[in-house]
Each structure stands twice: as C-alpha cells, then as structure tokens.
C-alpha cells in the first residue's frame, strides 16, 4: 500500500467523519481521484490516524452475544436485554424472538426437526403463519399427555408452516432396551430416524437435570435413573441425550431407552437453533455449548451472565 503524508490522511479523515463530505466531494476539492480519497482513509485507519470508537447503548447486548459467539464458536447468540424483566418476561421475550428468527431462517427447501419443552411450546405459540412449505419431523417422542411433548409443538408449527410433518408416535423413553429396539424396529418408525438424517434445521430445548426438570416432574425419571445419571456427570440434556459440564456425552445404560435422534445425529444437523431461558441451567447451556452441537443460542441476560460466572 502506498504511503501518505500524515497530514495529508489527517485533512482528508476530517473532511469526511467531521464535516461529512462524500469521498467524491472531498476528491474534487482537493484535486484527488475519488479512488486515493478510498485509500487514503484505509490507509489513515490503519496508521491509527483514524480511530474507530461504538458507543454502545446501555440496554445493547451486542458485546455478550459477541463474546458467547467467539467462546462457543456459535454461528449468532441473540440475547435479550430488559431494565426491569421479570424471569417470566424474559422468558415471553426469549419465545417471541426465537419464533421470529425461525422464520426468518426458514426456507422452502428445508426440513425442520424439533424437540419438545415449555420453551419451545411458548415458540411454537408465537410463530405466525408464513407462504413457505416447511417439512417438520419430530426429533424425540412424547412425553403421554403433557402440553410441551414434541406433538402439540409440531402441531402448532404446522399450522403456521405450509409443509407436512411427521410426528414420533412413541414415548420418549421406556423402561429398557429391549422396549426401545422393538419400537424402533416398526416400519413408520424407521421411516422418521431416516427423515432426521435429512434434517436442514433444528429447534431444541437445553434441560437441565434439576427436580424442576420435565423428565422428573412426569415421572420418566426415576430415583435410580438420577443416580445413574449424576454418577455419570450428567447436567443436563438435548432430545434426552445427557452430556457433563464439559459437553462429553454420558453413555449410560438410560440412553438405550430414548426413543429419538441420537446425539450424533444432532451435531450432523447444519443449522441447530438452541432456546432457552432461566439461569437454573447455566450449567446445561455451558455444557451443551462445549459440545459444539449447536449454531445459534437465544436466550436472556441474566441467564447468559450466570453461564458466564460458571467459565
């Protein structure tokens, strides 16, 4: 790059951040091509002439979502940030702008995989119909009757989305392998564990292994599963595949009773969209982020700060 007198670079910096000339104004006042006014300012900023300052508006998380992006190597994190939220306000919040980036990520040509939650039942909530035909599959089965099992979710979705979906019809876990293999076995279950290997996009809720958990608040969890489970280090889950604090799958025996994608599966998946809210499961965003199975997370302030408190 060719060199310039310093004050040269520092006349022209001035006329075009000070006095807000364009590039062709200042070229012709001072009898320069519009083409060395460009190099003169790439080269002023990078002699440090010109100095480059964001003043960041206090309710602006744009520097914790860079930071989580740049830790996790997350493709985006969209953070909300309120003065005065409540943890249910969050929570509303951190639906409303998943439901909107899943439809504005959301193309024609995409199969959507989604898991099951009080999260993502709130997502499903908000999302408003759109003229895109999006096929929806059913990453894991149900949970009986419970309104956050994956069905009520993918139902809700399928009226705002044009494209068919394909529910799981089986419980999300069951009581030992021999169960789970026998289910898996049936043709129509087949045909949906094929379809998640075509998944484009996926919408998942990160649980936490705490009693508010759903899988222990419905009973699929039992005493001796907990036990398991924490000997393993398990903190939580996706799709109910436990990991540890340091994003390493636990590969207990409780794993061959899910019925759903596996975690493999899901770190295939290119565009995984994690929703979460609430800082009990700091712990399990922190571990499923080391995991690097997901692409983008959405979720609020204090949550994130108290996953950061955790590094």
């Not at 001035?14 to 807000?20: F, N, P």
């Not at 005065?84 to 509303?92: G, I, P, Q, R, T």
């Not at 099951?116 to 035909?133: F, M, Q």
């Not at 484009?200 to 036990?227: C, H, Q, R, W």
Request: net charge negative; proline share 2%.
């Amino acid at each position: 790059m060719a060199s310039y007198e310093p004050k040269l670079m520092a006349k022209v910096a001035e006329l075009y951040y000070k006095y807000d000339l364009s590039q062709q104004e200042i070229a012709d006042r001072i009898k320069i091509s519009r083409v060395k006014v460009s190099r003169i300012l790439t080269a002023a900023r990078k002699e440090g002439i010109i100095e480059v300052k964001i003043n960041y508006p206090k309710d602006n998380a744009t520097r914790l979502e860079r930071k989580f992006e740049e830790d996790f190597g997350l493709k985006e994190a969209k953070i909300i940030v309120s003065q005065d939220a409540s943890e249910k306000v969050y929570f509303n919040e951190v639906a409303k702008t998943a439901a909107k980036h899943l439809s504005e990520k959301l193309g024609d040509e995409d199969i959507l995989g989604v898991s099951w939650g009080s999260t993502l039942r709130r997502v499903s909530d908000y999302v408003e119909p759109i003229n895109k035909e999006v096929d929806i599959v059913q990453l894991i089965g149900n949970l009986g009757s419970n309104d956050v099992s994956a069905n009520t979710i993918i139902h809700n979705l399928a009226r705002a989305f044009g494209g068919e979906y394909n529910i799981l019809p089986a419980p999300a876990i069951v009581d030992n392998k021999t169960i789970r293999d026998a289910i898996i076995s049936d043709r129509k279950i087949k045909e949906i564990y094929e379809m998640m290997n075509e998944i484009t996009v996926a919408m998942v809720g990160i649980g936490g292994l705490n009693p508010v958990s759903i899988f222990i608040k419905s009973g699929y969890l039992l005493e001796e599963d907990m036990e398991l489970l924490n000997q393993a280090g398990a903190i939580g889950d996706i799709c109910a595949r436990f990991f540890d604090i340091n994003g390493e799958r636990c590969n207990a025996a409780f794993d061959d009773r899910v019925i759903g994608i596996s975690f493999e599966q899901l770190k295939k998946i290119p565009y995984v969209i994690g929703v979460v809210s609430g800082a009990h499961k700091a712990e399990a965003i922190l571990g499923v982020m080391r995991s690097g199975v997901l692409d983008v997370l959405i979720t609020d302030e204090i949550t994130a700060l108290a996953v950061l408190e955790l590094i």
